[in-house]
């Protein structure tokens, strides 16, 4: 069985960093499994990609949170990490890992998800 459980998240204040890690369970990172960073505004559809970790040095992230966002992944410990510098408040969202086998920015198209943790950033 799947599990995947995210923490990390938080309040913090515009321009400050933190760091979401995302533990998997039943899910093979080190065979190549891809663990996918979403985030979801209330009201907003869920399926706004952040980054997108595939392998070792095989990442991904949306143009727009290049420079700030930064993936990585921890095959020993079967976890991904989503890095967050220089928060802004359209920041806030709940993010959620998502794993699937193929490195894709389509939420439908990743198996199994995490609950979720909220980011909230605000002064």
């Known amino acids: 069985q799947v599990q995947l459980v995210e923490s990390g998240g938080g309040l913090v204040q515009p321009g400050g960093s933190l760091r979401l890690s995302c533990a998997a369970s039943g899910f093979s990172l080190a065979h190549g499994g891809v663990i996918g960073w979403f985030r979801q505004v209330p009201g907003k559809e869920r399926a706004e990609v952040s980054c997108?970790?595939?392998?070792?040095?095989?990442?991904y992230c949306a143009d727009s949170l290049k420079g700030r966002f930064t993936i990585s992944r921890d095959n020993a410990e079967n976890t991904v990490h989503l890095q967050m510098n220089s928060l802004k408040p359209e920041d806030t969202a709940v993010y959620y890992c998502?794993?699937?086998?193929?490195?894709?920015?389509?939420?439908?198209?990743?198996?199994?998800w995490g609950q979720g943790t909220q980011v909230t950033v605000s002064s």
């Open positions: 997108i970790s595939s392998g070792v040095s095989s990442t």
């Open positions: 998502a794993a699937g086998d193929k490195l894709t920015v389509v939420a439908d198209e990743y198996d199994y």
